[in-house]
C-alpha cells in the first residue's frame, strides 16, 4: 500500500471547518482512499472513502486532487465530538489485500469551544 | 444489528498464563482481523480471516494464534502471556465494499 503523510496534530475552532490534509504521492491507480478517526479509547471508526471523484456523507466530505497525490478530509462544522486522531489510508479496492489495513499515527484534531 | 462484540473489556494476567479474546460479528462479514495498538502508535494487524476456514498473519503475529470455524466468530488465543502483549485489542469486519468495522478493544495487562 501507499505510504501517507499526515501533519502530527490541529486545532480548529468549534463551529468551523476541520481541513485534515493527507499526502500520498506514490498512490497506484487501483487504490482507494479511506478516512477512519478514533475518539480517546474506543474503537477505530469508518469516515468515508473515494478512488478519485469527490465524495461526501453525512460525516465529511472527501476531496481528492486530480493527480490523486494528495486529499483533504472536511467536517464541515467541527464540534467538539470531532476531537479524535484521524487516520487517512490508502489501499488496494478488491482482494484479500483490500482488508488489510496500515494504520499510521494519524492526526490528532482538538476542536476548541 | 450489535455490529462487532468484544469480550472481556477488559483483562489482567499474569506471565505465562494463556487466554482468548473473544470476537463476534452479526452482519455477516466475511473479513475478520486483529490488530493491536500501543500508547502512542497505530494499530498494527496481527491476523486476518477471509473466511471461514482461511486465516493468515499480519504484521505482528508471534505469539498469538486464530482459528475461524464460523463466519460469525475470530477468537484470538495468547497462548503464554508475555508483558510485551500488554496492549489494547481491537477485532474489526468489513465486506467486500465497506469499510471496516471495529469493536470498542480489550485492554489487556500482563504482569
Known amino acids: 500500500d501507499a505510504k501517507t503523510t499526515q501533519p502530527p496534530s490541529m486545532d480548529c475552532a468549534e463551529g468551523r471547518a476541520a481541513n485534515l490534509p493527507c499526502n500520498h504521492s506514490t498512490i497506484s491507480g487501483n487504490e482507494y482512499v479511506y478516512w477512519y478517526r478514533q475518539i480517546h479509547s474506543q474503537g477505530p471508526q469508518y469516515i468515508i472513502h473515494?478512488?478519485?471523484n469527490n465524495e461526501t456523507n453525512e460525516m465529511a466530505s472527501l476531496i481528492i486532487t486530480e493527480d490523486r497525490k494528495s486529499s483533504t478530509l472536511i467536517l464541515p462544522h467541527a464540534t467538539l465530538r470531532d476531537t479524535a486522531v484521524y487516520y487517512c489510508i490508502v489501499r488496494v479496492g478488491s482482494g484479500a489485500g483490500s482488508y488489510q489495513l496500515t494504520f499510521g499515527k494519524g492526526t490528532k484534531l482538538s476542536v476548541i469551544p | 444489528n450489535a455490529g462487532v462484540t468484544q469480550t472481556p473489556k477488559f483483562q489482567v494476567l499474569k506471565t505465562g498464563q494463556s487466554m482468548t479474546l473473544q470476537c463476534a460479528q452479526d452482519?455477516?462479514?466475511?473479513?475478520m482481523s486483529w490488530y493491536r495498538q500501543d500508547p502512542g502508535m497505530g494499530l498494527r494487524l496481527i491476523h486476518y480471516s477471509v473466511g471461514a476456514g482461511i486465516t493468515d498473519q499480519g504484521e505482528v503475529p508471534n505469539g498469538y494464534n486464530v482459528s475461524r470455524s464460523t463466519t460469525e466468530d475470530f477468537p484470538l488465543r495468547l497462548l503464554s502471556a508475555a508483558p510485551s502483549q500488554t496492549s489494547v485489542y481491537f477485532c474489526?469486519?468489513?465486506?467486500?465494499?465497506?469499510?471496516?468495522?471495529f469493536g470498542q478493544g480489550t485492554r489487556l495487562t500482563v504482569v
Open positions: 474489526a469486519s468489513s465486506s467486500s465494499g465497506t469499510g471496516l468495522f
Open positions: 452482519m455477516n462479514h466475511e473479513y
Open positions: 473515494g478512488l478519485k
